[in-house]
């Protein structure tokens, strides 16, 4: 019910595969998905183990609504420990895969150790098979999505996979299914490809059922009505996808820019959202042709677009002509703004790169606007850089680095690193726009003070998604506060943290709570399984999953001198817009916030905490 | 007054909702692979288009069925009588727009049978690319236009049903 | 108007219901045969099973249906046909017509084995068959089918849901000669010997004799191998051939089946003929040819009748097309699936999948296919076979992904023209 009650756990090491039955106390505890498979991750692995080893495990886990008629009901995440963070990584993804894993009968599955060649897991319904996958090796995911639809005669199936970036174990490289929706961040990609695994193809023909069927249509249906009738979900993102923000932050002065060196970037309009829907004067084309949903969503945020066949990037590469995912605002932002370049085909070119090599475009982005800083401080030179000239606002530069960069060979090696390991090798690691590793993403916390404390908590390194209190901050969902002040975010911070770590178990977008609130979801979930979930429930799950992610990192060896920012944000004052003389004020909110937490000064759950939430 | 199911795949997002609608309303479980209206997905024309049975005059799969399995009820909607069907597939090969599918599971064959007057997919989808409309509406020409290509003798089907009037 | 419809199997009975249609006041024949209402040969293996009882095979289901329809219904068999006279015999009496369907099938050819003739061997071919069938065949009881070809394919499965003990015996060097390739017929082999069924071909039965020890009830049956199995039931499936004896000095001039025109009329006046035994049109290669299965026995009856009552309609062929389902695996073939001449083709075998798709592509137009594993969309090959859709830029993409035949058909259907994602300058939708 909801669960299809089912793991299979995958031996890489011995080529076998095992269906197991769910732990239902523990999903009775930490719902599904990210909190459950968190839970499984914590009980397997050695939080110390080297997450390129095959000691580290990789986990695909679905949640209770996956494969449901709730709308967005068709999230998967990766957990393992992330390769570029060395901290617990849960990446989340949409498309079709998810959905068609639980129709194939299973909630999760467990890959460890590692296998002596490459492989690639068949799942059909219940029949789970390794097979040789030395014929796509080296190939890109877009081939190997076809390849493997070929090798099986079904067109229906859904692949997962890594890409030549994956392979070569790019620090940022992501698994991608259905073509363009990745379980983004943190390195998985990495992880998945130092266990010589390609790819995961999926199939189901079976059903999946709720517990209460009647119940469940109910809330499903009314939930849909919410989505519809919001001005976020139902106009702004079928429209514009989160693309719609490219103005909006550019505005209110936090969109990092070149390295963060500023925090308004004067290209935004070119690369926003209004540009990519207004034809271009080359062709006459608009660079979005439609916009498309994951399983399940009735919001569909996602963009297809095309690049000019034109442009310099493709002009003698016909098989990039073809529609596929367009820009959204992360990846926009990170190849765009982050790198100070306002070529939209290039950043489409790029984006579709990142998807077809597997690669996180967030971290590779901002990756090449560090590179960028180093190379205009004259710590990169030509000579270094393979002949790139790696200058804020090149095109060429950024399109170059990406087409080096999964293949992992010479400056594109360095690339891989990330901003955090590059700027350090050169000796300048205060460049690196990063917490625990990660580069945050398109939010300068200068300008929105919350996503300050939101990136330098986040278990999983810098990342908005975790807290997004720029809903509150900027959007007034589901309430307006002020983006130039600390105060009042730890609590605000905490909440959407909790409440986000619940909703990323359960199977849905987080999109969906820039309508949706707890009392939303809940009955959704609580008609699907069993348990009793009310919003209570859920925050409390929340609350228990970000300990436990959190142990995981204490564990791991971080303390609360990584809950850091990088100076730059808390030292030098942002030059332009609302924030302009402001600096993060993340001293200001880290120990209200860790009070809140119930954890000590130094950041570590007391043990009424850990006996309060029964970790 | 008869209706009919009108697509517009122009308004599809392929979220796929019709699926999982579909296969709850006729199996009583969500299981696109057994959904009688299937979302093709041309990832690389940025299309997608839903796609199901138009009840078409002539009826192939009736005409095929070797007892009597598939009728036409008074809304002119072909249906499969499970307690007649024998699972042979004929009619699986003979639909030439290959709407009905064998199901393993039951051993008998689905297809799109409106839902009894109000079909789900319609319902469920989020941006009217599925809707159900008098068949005066010209989306219906279109479909019946379509369904006209694949007659095997001269004007229409001389498959279509003895007491088509 | 007097139209008398010989044979009550699908052709006829579509044929009788179709006129019906067109003339509310004319006097319909319907001449069967067998003594049960009219029923569908290709329900047989189904009531074998157990899935159905004798009345799931009938062809049409409400009762009184043909008294409904003011459609009479005799049993009798034909004995001549006067074409001048315009009058059948039966049994002996002359039935006057004004217009004669002949639609009177095939029966099952009994090859030349010593011992073809004994009891205990059986045609699979009418419920009669099929009664004394189900007397013999009980579970675990070794029987021998003899043939498997298509028919006798859809025999093994039943005989294989009752649990006998089976050997298929096929002197063809595989299974489903005539439907399938080797490729497809050493599938379907494979998977029949994983279910426990002993498949020998390239083997002939040669002999065929009464046990010489135990009750004297049990057969030998001798194989041109050398070896000897022994059975309580044999099972001839070796072919059939159509039923057009009384024929002979008719006029009604017979090939290879009934010779008819594109309107289905026979050589003589006011003589039409329909299904197995009508030699008409085959879609694919435009020559008269005997096509005898279901969809196209319907056909010739829907289109024989129109224009029995006056409605000329033309019959531009029957595309030959077999489904069938081997203990779980699905296959099919359509059209010209052995290839053209000067044509293209694509295959994609998955052995251990159990998954085969075979298309037969000529100039850009799909001709034929074999599917083994498929069951989503199937009929979308018939589809682009039939309308002879233009593949365009689609050609290609089929003849190195063959497994997207469906989205080509939905695509062409849609006035896709495919070219979005090689060609240039495609038209793409906002």
């Known amino acids: ?615 | 007054m008869l209706k009919a199911l009108v697509i517009d795949p122009g308004k599809c997002t392929g979220c796929k909702q019709c699926e999982m609608a579909c296969s709850y309303e006729n199996e009583g479980v969500f299981n696109p692979a057994k959904s009688r209206i299937r979302v093709f997905d041309f990832h690389h024309e940025a299309r997608f288009v839903p796609y199901t049975c138009t009840q078409c005059a002539e009826a192939w799969c009736q005409q095929a069925c070797p007892v009597n399995a598939i009728t036409t009820d008074a809304m002119g909607v072909k249906v499969v009588h499970e307690n007649l069907c024998v699972g042979c597939k004929v009619c699986t090969i003979a639909c030439p727009f290959g709407t009905i599918n064998y199901n393993a599971s039951t051993g008998k064959v689905i297809k799109c049978d409106l839902c009894q007057g109000n079909p789900a997919c319609a319902d469920a989808c989020p941006t009217a690319a599925i809707t159900y409309q008098d068949v005066e509406q010209t989306g219906y020409d279109k479909m019946k236009l379509w369904a006209a290509r694949t007659g095997t003798g001269e004007s229409a089907g001389p498959n279509a049903p003895a007491a088509r009037h | 108007m007097h139209h008398v419809i010989l044979g009550a199997g699908p052709a006829g009975v579509t044929a009788a219901e179709t006129l019906r249609g067109l003339d509310p006041d004319a006097r319909i024949t319907l001449v069967s045969g067998e003594p049960e209402p009219p029923y569908s040969r290709m329900a047989i293996p189904y009531l074998l099973e157990g899935g159905i009882g004798e009345s799931g095979t009938y062809l049409r289901q409400q009762p009184g249906h043909y008294d409904r329809l003011g459609i009479e219904v005799m049993h009798a068999r034909a004995g001549g046909l006067d074409a001048a006279s315009k009058r059948l015999f039966l049994n002996g009496d002359a039935l006057p017509y004004d217009k004669l369907l002949i639609s009177t099938g095939a029966s099952p050819v009994t090859p030349p084995i010593e011992g073809a003739n004994l009891p205990r061997v059986h045609t699979c071919w009418t419920l009669a068959d099929a009664r004394r069938i189900m007397e013999l065949a009980d579970r675990s009881a070794p029987v021998v089918l003899v043939g498997a070809g298509f028919i006798g394919s859809i025999v093994l499965e039943a005989l294989y849901e009752r649990g006998c003990d089976l050997t298929v015996v096929e002197i063809a060097p595989r299974m489903v000669a005539r439907m399938m390739d080797d490729v497809a017929g050493g599938m379907l082999k494979r998977w029949c010997e994983a279910k426990g069924l002993r498949v020998l071909t390239n083997t002939r039965v040669e002999r065929i004799a009464k046990s010489a020890n135990g009750s004297g009830e049990e057969l030998r049956v001798s194989l041109s191998d050398g070896g000897t199995i022994p059975a309580q039931l044999v099972v001839m499936a070796a072919g059939v051939r159509p039923n057009v004896g009384f024929l002979v000095g008719s006029g009604v001039v017979v090939e290879a089946g009934i010779r008819v025109d594109d309107h289905l009329r026979t050589t003589a006046p006011d003589v039409y003929a329909a299904g197995d035994c009508a030699q008409a049109v085959d879609l694919s290669t435009g020559m008269h040819d005997v096509l005898a299965i279901q969809p196209t026995a319907v056909e010739h009856g829907r289109i024989a009748a129109l224009n029995m009552g006056g409605r000329r309609t033309r019959h531009r062929g029957s595309l030959n097309m077999n489904v069938l389902d081997t203990m779980g695996l699905i296959s099919s073939s359509f059209g010209l699936w052995q290839g053209v001449q000067g044509g293209a083709s694509a295959k994609i075998v998955d052995e251990g999948g159990w998954r085969y798709l075979r298309l037969e592509i000529d100039g850009d137009r799909l001709v034929g296919a074999q599917a083994v594993g498929l069951t989503e969309h199937v009929g979308m090959l018939r589809g682009l076979i039939q309308t002879g859709l233009r593949l365009g830029a689609w050609r290609d993409k089929l003849l190195s992904a063959p497994e997207r035949a469906a989205e080509a058909y939905v695509a062409l259907a849609q006035g896709m023209t495919g070219h979005g994602w090689t060609g240039p300058r495609t038209k793409t939708p906002v």
């Open chain 1, 1 to 615: 019910m909801g669960w299809t009650s089912k793991i299979l756990r995958v031996n890489l090491t011995e080529g076998t595969a095992k269906s197991e039955p769910l732990n239902m106390d523990w999903a009775a505890k930490y719902l599904g998905q990210r909190g459950l498979a968190s839970r499984y991750l914590v009980e397997e692995i050695d939080p110390r183990c080297d997450p390129l080893g095959p000691g580290n495990k990789l986990i695909f886990a679905t949640g209770p609504l996956t494969g449901t008629a709730a709308s967005t009901g068709g999230r998967y995440s990766v957990i393992t420990k992330g390769a570029l963070t060395n901290a617990i990584a849960c990446s989340n993804s949409g498309g079709y895969w998810g959905a068609e894993l639980k129709f194939a009968g299973w909630d999760m599955i467990i890959l460890e150790g590692r296998s002596p060649k490459p492989v690639y897991l068949a799942v059909i319904d219940d029949k789970a098979e390794l097979h040789d996958a030395s014929g796509i090796w080296g190939t890109s995911v877009w081939q190997t999505d076809e390849w493997i639809k070929k090798r099986h005669q079904d067109p229906m199936m859904h692949v997962s996979a890594i890409g030549v970036a994956g392979e070569n174990q790019v620090l940022y490289s992501c698994i991608v299914n259905d073509l363009h929706r990745a379980a983004g961040r943190s390195g998985v990609g990495a992880v998945m490809g130092s266990k010589n695994l390609k790819a995961i193809a999926v199939r189901g023909t079976g059903g999946v059922r709720v517990r209460d069927f009647k119940a469940f249509m109910a809330a499903a249906n009314a939930g849909k009505k919410v989505l519809r009738d919001n001005a976020v979900t139902g106009q702004g993102l079928p429209t514009h996808g989160t693309q719609v923000l490219m103005n909006v932050i550019n505005e209110v002065g936090a969109l990092p820019t070149r390295n963060s060196r500023d925090v308004q970037f004067e290209g935004a309009h070119d690369i926003s959202a209004e540009a990519m829907a207004t034809p271009r004067k080359t062709d006459g084309r608009k660079n979005l042709l439609t916009n498309q949903a994951c399983f399940g969503c009735t919001i569909a945020c996602g963009r297809i677009s095309k690049i000019d066949e034109s442009h310099y990037t493709v002009r003698n590469k016909p098989e990039y002509w073809h529609a596929s995912g367009g820009l959204e605002y992360e990846a926009a932002w990170a190849l765009g703004a982050a790198t100070g370049v306002n070529d939209l085909e290039a950043l489409t070119y790029t984006n579709f790169i990142c998807n077809e090599q597997g690669l996180d475009p967030i971290s590779f982005g901002a990756t090449v606007g560090a590179a960028m800083e180093l190379y205009e401080l004259g710590l990169l030179s030509k000579e270094t850089t393979g002949g790139l000239e790696m200058k804020f606002g090149s095109a060429e530069a950024l399109t170059r680095a990406a087409e080096l960069v999964g293949k992992a060979e010479g400056f594109g090696k360095e690339l891989g690193l990330g901003s955090a390991r590059l700027t350090a090798k050169h000796g300048k690691p205060e460049l690196a726009m990063t917490v625990k590793g990660q580069e945050f993403p398109a939010y300068d916390p200068r300008g929105i003070q919350g996503m300050g404390l939101t990136y330098a908590t986040s278990n999983r390194g810098a990342c908005h998604l975790r807290s997004y209190t720029v809903s509150s901050e900027i959007l007034g969902i589901p309430h307006k506060t002020d983006p130039l002040v600390t105060d009042g975010k730890a609590g605000l911070v905490k909440a959407f943290q909790d409440a986000t770590a619940a909703v990323d178990s359960t199977g849905l977008c987080v999109f969906t709570t820039f309508a949706w609130t707890l009392n939303d979801i809940a009955p959704q979930v609580d008609a699907a399984v069993e348990g009793g979930w009310t919003p209570e429930k859920m925050l409390e799950a929340g609350e228990r999953i970000w300990n436990l992610e959190r142990q995981f990192n204490m564990r791991a060896g971080f303390t609360a001198a990584d809950d850091r920012l990088p100076d730059r944000l808390v030292k030098e004052a942002a030059r332009t817009g609302p924030a302009k003389g402001l600096v993060n004020g993340l001293d200001k909110m880290l120990p209200e916030y860790y009070e809140l937490r119930g954890w000590t000064k130094d950041g570590v759950p007391t043990n009424e905490t850990v006996a309060r939430l029964a970790l």
